[in-house]
Every structure is written in C-alpha cells, then in structure tokens.
C-alpha cells in the first residue's frame, strides 16, 4: 500500500475514444502531478497541481486535460489519443515545492494506457 | 538545476555491494541530492537523500564527498529484487519539481 491508488490499472481505447485516469492520495500532501513514462525513455512530467492550483504545464498537448478538484484527488482526461499516447502514466504526490523543505515525492502503481 | 550524469546500465550478482556513482558539477549550495528506485511498471520509490558526507538508512548508504560534485549510492548484499532502475537527482530542498533523467539500469545475476 503506497499511499497513492489509481484506476484504471490497465486501459485500452481507441482513438476516438473518452476516457478519464483516477489519482488518490491518502498521505494529507498537497502537491500532486502527472508523469508519462514511455518504453525506454525518461519520466516525462505533464502536470503539477501545488495547493490545488496548476503551477506547471509542460507543453502538453490539449487532448490531455488534468482536473484536480481538491487536494487528494487527481484526475486526467484522454480525448482523441494517438497511438504514440502509450505508455504508463504514472501519478505522485508530495508536500507543496513552495511550502515544504523537503519534497519527496510518492508515486502511485500507475495506469498502463494502450492506444489503439 | 544541476544536471547529473550516471552509468547507463551496471550489472552485479547476488550478495555483492553495488555503487553507483552520479556527477553532478554543476550542484549549487542549496541542492540536496536525492536517489528514487524504479521497479519494472510501477512508479519511483525514495531511497535516500543527503547533503553531504554520509548517510545511512536501512536500505542504501549516500557517499558525497567534500566538494560535492559526485555522489555515490552504496547497496550492500544486492539481491535478485534490488534488479531496477536507479535515479539520481539533484535540485533546492523543497522549492523545485524533481526531474527525473534516465536513471542506471541495475541487473542482478544469481
């Protein structure tokens, strides 16, 4: 038990497809972000939400669509994915970066996302 | 940030003490260096974080000599399960989002 759950585990969709990632965390933190990691390459960081405010986007295309509707739930929107979208998308959580002197963060199992 | 340079890839064998050494010269005064492990399909997990000299946990030891620049992640008696990817990462004690790089592929062999 890692402290940060999400669902979808596994999820295939065609491209045409909506569907919604689910990030939890059950640690009190109040920073929480979105990571891709595709097969052989570095985490990627997509989103940071810090005291439930976007604070980074890193020119990720708008068919991702992060919603954080508090401090313990994460979500991200998938709407007309492209094949190369596959990977395992990875969610973390940690103490806000502005707020905390030490800022370990805490991944969930992540959500291995194929598209079809 | 600082950027850090590790080995690609290191292979060991059971009961063996790994080191794993990352380069980071360019380390400010107020950076904190920290290492994440990765299993295969699951997320990063913390090892360990330091500053300077030492430290120690019951996982791993951190080695960061005096001028800073490199640092070395020490596992002692490396199992099967220690197989992953190790990330070394540099940055500002709280204040910054980590960046992860690619991380040394550690392979144990029995």
């Known amino acids: 038990e890692t402290g ?13 497809n909506k569907k919604s ?7 009190g933190h109040n920073a929480m972000y979105w990571y891709k990691q595709s097969a052989k390459k570095p985490l990627e960081l997509m989103f940071v939400y810090s005291l439930e405010e976007r604070v980074e986007n890193n020119s990720v295309p708008s068919r991702f669509s992060p919603e954080c509707p508090n401090s313990s739930h994460l979500f991200l929107h998938l709407h007309t994915l492209q094949p190369e979208d596959s990977a395992l998308y990875l969610c973390a959580s940690s103490q806000a970066p502005e707020t ?9 199992p992540g959500t291995r996302l194929t598209v079809l | 940030l600082a950027k850090t340079t590790q080995p690609i890839s290191m292979d060991s064998y059971e009961g063996q003490e790994v080191n794993i050494t990352c380069s980071h010269n360019n380390i400010a005064t107020n950076d904190y ?5 990765q ?3 699951q997320g990063p997990r ?41 990330y070394c990462l540099v940055g500002p004690g709280g204040s910054y989002i980590p960046t992860f790089g690619r991380g040394t592929s550690l392979i144990v062999h029995p």
């Open chain 2, 33 to 37: 260096i920290t290492w994440y492990q």
């Open chain 2, 46 to 86: 913390f090892i360990i974080q330091g500053y300077k000299t030492k430290v120690t946990n019951e996982v791993a030891s951190l080695f960061i000599p005096a001028d800073r620049k490199s640092s070395t992640l020490s596992l002692p008696r490396v199992s099967l399960s220690d197989t992953a990817v190790y």
């Open chain 2, 39 to 41: 299993f295969p399909s």
């Open chain 1, 100 to 108: 905390s002197g030490y800022n370990e963060q805490f991944f969930g």
């Open chain 1, 4 to 16: 940060v759950t999400q669902t979808p585990r596994h999820l295939v969709m065609g491209m045409t």
């Open chain 1, 21 to 27: 990632l689910k990030c939890e965390q059950h640690l």
